[in-house]
């Protein structure tokens, strides 16, 4: 998407939030995490403790994990949900860089922690 934007994009169409939430696969800000995995089985809080998304107000890392591991429907929902909400935040995020003139900076910082490299 920085790329995109760099070069002038103004409107996205993906289907990335919901295809990696179908596979447990969450967006963070410290990058992309498998929620099914074991060790958030015992994880009491949200995906992200800042996240003002319905899924992380309402349910826990260890709970999503239940969900995954026992292939209700639901968990894919709930982590699609996160995941549309943490892309349209970093797209506001972009356009006040933008309007800032930070944007290079936001990009460094964003891929730095998100891939821990740029």
Do not use: W
């Amino acid at each position: 998407m920085f790329i995109g934007v760099e070069n002038g994009a103004d409107t996205f169409d993906c289907v990335a939030p919901s295809r990696q939430a179908r596979t447990s696969s969450v967006f963070t800000k410290d990058g992309r995490l498998n929620i099914s995995n074991a060790p958030h089985k015992r994880e009491f809080f949200p995906i992200e403790k800042d996240c003002d998304c319905y899924t992380c107000k309402n349910y826990t890392r260890a709970y999503l994990c239940h969900l995954f591991r026992a292939k209700e429907m639901v968990a894919a929902t709930l982590a699609t949900i996160h995941n549309q909400h943490f892309i349209v935040g970093l797209v506001e995020k972009m356009r006040l860089s933008i309007e800032t003139g930070d944007f290079f900076e936001f990009k460094e910082e964003f891929m730095l922690r998100y891939y821990g490299r740029q």
